[in-house]
């Protein structure tokens, strides 16, 4: 799987928009770019993915830039729930449910109320 | 709530003991995973099921390890010998056919060893 890098930690105010952001330059046209979550105590969930397009869902959005070399995960208005460890993963979308996701160290996110 | 759940969710054992952690899916998963994640670290993948044939183990995978899913529903994962590096959380994930690229987690079964 191609590498991603992200920062080890980010802080931002309750209520206020969080951009996460994760760096991919050895994408290949074929990777997805997956977002997961991780709360304290509890299993990764499942936040976002996109491939090209930017992506919105109920529970974050996801800009993904021209080329494809960096993303950003966006949380419009952070709440004290949404501190956790967030992982950016790669997946080739030709491998299918089968391959295992590989996650890096992930970004830690502190809300401050 | 018929999420992943997996028991126990703690245990604490002595080096040399054997233990057994299990998962149960959700309903009609036919592919299971299991992660482990030790601290400060993301999740490392261990093996993965689709229905009961285990398909995929990772060089993490000791022989100390085994894995069985022998009715495609739960799994369940058996450490023989325990060692003190064994310590960390057990993630189980399980997803449908037809989701492809997203899994669906459980809790975790954190193992302390002695």
């Known amino acids: 799987d191609a590498k991603t890098t992200q920062p080890n930690s980010m802080e931002s105010n309750e209520e206020e928009p969080v951009h996460l952001p994760c760096n991919h330059s050895t994408i290949s046209g074929t990777d997805y770019i997956h977002w997961y979550r991780q709360l304290p105590s509890q299993g990764p969930e499942y936040v976002i993915h996109g491939l090209t397009s930017n992506v919105n869902n109920r529970m974050a959005s996801l800009a993904i830039a021209e080329d494809r070399k960096s993303s950003t995960l966006i949380l419009h208005r952070a709440t004290l729930r949404d501190a956790a460890v967030y992982y950016c993963?790669?997946?080739?979308?030709?491998?299918?449910?089968?391959?295992?996701?590989?996650f890096g160290s992930g970004t830690q996110l502190t809300v401050l109320p | 709530d018929t999420g992943v759940s997996q028991n126990p969710r703690h245990k604490i054992t002595k080096r040399g003991q054997n233990v057994t952690f299990r998962c149960d899916p959700i309903s009609e998963h036919n592919r299971l995973y299991w992660y482990r994640q030790t601290l400060g670290q993301g999740p490392e993948f261990l093996t993965y099921f689709q229905n009961e044939a285990q398909l995929e183990k990772s060089r993490l995978l000791s022989d100390r390890f085994s894995a069985e899913r022998p009715k495609g529903s739960f799994s369940t994962l058996e450490i023989q010998r325990t060692e003190q590096g064994d310590s960390a959380m057990y993630l189980c994930?399980?997803?449908?056919?037809?989701?492809?690229?997203?899994?669906?987690f459980g809790p975790g079964t954190r193992l302390t060893v002695l």
């Open positions: 994930a399980s997803s449908p056919r037809a989701s492809g690229l997203r899994r669906f």
């Open positions: 993963i790669l997946r080739d979308r030709a491998e299918g449910s089968a391959r295992q996701l590989t």
